[in-house]
């Protein structure tokens, strides 16, 4: 068996993108739409560069219950046994426990890349050497690695690492994670060169992910590690022992309750054309700009007196609007955003409101 | 035959209140749709009104032909044979003249009340008390009365009406008529108690407005009172005697064409809870408003920051906004306009920009 057949990929693709809503909404979120107009889903894209790098039958999708239909939809190329289904949400670190003593089940050898897929990736040639200069650096090294990209902007919505001494080209110690910096921070952390953002996307071998999860959240462990591999290679008691065991787990991030506690983490630093499409702000940053400075996407729009305002409208709709500087205004679906770029933080909070008062239905 | 019986009502109801797109469409104005959501059309209100001062056959509702199954829907209590339907808009002059070509034809002892198919009016049993008094009127002087409203604040989309000496109570001569003054004009207006706002509901016998129709505009006069008046009471001939001629009209205001330069031009000064529901700013000022000053009209809202701002969507949809300051936020229909309410007048231009630009399907 050569090297290539013990590589795996994890693509997660639970969530629900709250902090693009009303775009990204629960029963449609933002990685199963057609977000950048190119004719393939966000999952698609993910999907079509990791193929390349990473034999089919060993790319894994796991999401949330609701989703397991969507996913076999967009991704006809892979088996229904490779979607793993999670019957509630508990962030990244009892998805990445799971979806490792699945694989490990099948082959103790297994190395891995988990990464989100929602993100957007210009570079696919460099993305695929870094990858591969990456799982290189897993096999042969205990070591739970972070692909770390160029800070471009101070931006605050990220997580940053502060790089430590090399090991290998463009791979270091990490030194620091620090989570969403205030400005003045995040400024600083730009202009000293040290600091990366934290992309999300991870490369372990099974072996250094299981003992990292044994020592940082033996409870999590203890669910996934404390059964018989076997439970993990039959569908059906597969599907049973999730059914009992996930929702008892204790939701907590990969990030939180491992990669900033363990010792041998690591970052790979790359320049893949990378953004996370995590915010309005990041969408209108990448997109192509009129003379105004404002972003149309989808949609006809009027605008006078306006700047910098991005205007994201599903459906064939003609907005007008006067006035509006460095706003978005998006609408989706029986939901209508106009919100100031500056406080595109306050989204999800704006979603949970909405939810208290009215119910799901906006959801 | 009792006076009451030569009395005659004729609704205007052709116009497409550009001034309140999108919620006024071309093809569902807005005196066709339940503008203050009260189960009646403001058409219905207005038939409401009258119904109860003149008699129910006597009211000619005349509208432009794309509307007369709109209006036959809305009024069951009336006959085919009262719907009036122009073959193209030619503003008030050449309407009022067909109009009272149709009903003179049926009555020269007619005396009429002509009035918009949009306005609002609270104050019904003053509104009828003044209506009864201006019949008198008009049915002892040859004048042309029109009601004044009492303006409460300087309003620079209103014709002004200033008023010359008393002749009965509450009814003066006209001195001037001043079309949408400026600010500091209105203001000064304001103060000087001796303006009022045109309403647009008229008074006069068929008698009267026909000789001053003669005598201001010949041309148009010479359409309707220079034929048969048997033209007038057969439907058919009368459909093809206006398929014929009424195109021909030059399109002009009856205010313009006749108001302004007749000398037996009387105002009956009212105070009967009016609002011509002209403008979107108008809505504003006469809804219910919450501890920031918005109005919500049939939706659910959101606000953030928000202050002095009108939302209204047709449909069940959330609005979520943050930032917004004496905006009108309006969404119906495939159209979404955001728009300071101080710039209110330009929505006009608005239509036309996008008639242009994405021709006639925001229409």
Redesign the interface.
Same mark, same amino acid.
């Given at each position: 068996m050569e090297q290539k057949a013990h590589r795996y990929c994890v693509i997660m693709c639970g969530g629900i993108g709250s902090r693009f809503w009303?775009f990204s909404r629960a029963r449609l979120p933002k990685q199963f739409i057609d977000f950048l107009g190119t004719g393939r889903t966000l999952l698609q894209m993910t999907f079509d560069r990791v193929r390349d790098i990473i034999p089919v039958e060993n790319i894994i999708i796991i999401t949330n219950e609701r989703y397991t239909e969507l996913v076999a939809e967009q991704l006809p190329d892979i088996d229904a046994s490779q979607i793993l289904a999670e019957p509630a949400r508990r962030n990244t670190a009892p998805c990445i426990a799971w979806a490792t003593a699945h694989i490990a089940a099948r082959d103790p050898e297994a190395s891995m890349m988990v990464c989100p897929s929602d993100h957007m990736i210009t570079r696919e040639k460099e993305f695929e050497r870094n990858v591969l200069k990456g799982f290189e650096f897993v096999e042969t090294h205990d070591a739970l690695l972070t692909l770390g990209i160029s800070p471009t902007r101070p931006e605050t919505g990220y997580g940053y690492i502060q790089v430590g001494e090399p090991v290998a080209e463009n791979i270091n110690k990490v030194k620091t994670f620090t989570e969403k910096p205030n400005l003045e921070l995040a400024q600083i952390f730009l202009n000293s060169g040290e600091f990366f953002w934290n992309s999300g996307m991870f490369l372990w071998s099974a072996r250094s992910i299981r003992e990292a999860l044994k020592e940082y959240v033996p409870d999590i462990a203890g669910v996934f590690f404390g059964c018989e591999a076997s439970t993990f290679l039959d569908p059906e008691s597969e599907r049973k022992f999730i059914a009992e065991a996930f929702p008892g787990c204790m939701s907590i991030s990969i990030d939180y309750s491992v990669m900033e506690k363990a010792q041998n983490v690591y970052v790979e630093t790359v320049d893949i054309g990378w953004n996370d499409l995590g915010t309005w702000g990041a969408l209108y940053d990448l997109s192509p700009k009129n003379s105004e400075r404002n972003v149309t996407q989808n949609c006809?729009v009027?605008s006078?007196n306006c700047a910098g305002t991005i205007f994201a409208?599903r459906?064939? %709709?003609?907005?007008?609007?006067?006035?509006?500087n460095d706003?978005i205004?998006a609408?989706a679906d029986?939901?209508?955003?106009?919100?100031?770029k500056a406080?595109e933080q %306050?989204i999800k909070q704006?979603l949970t409101?909405?939810t208290v %008062?009215?119910g799901d239905k906006?959801e």
């Open positions: 009303p006809n009027l006078y409208v459906g064939d %709709k003609l907005i007008v609007a006067d006035g509006l706003y205004v609408d029986g939901v209508l955003l106009i919100c100031p406080r %306050k704006m409101d909405a %008062k009215f906006y």
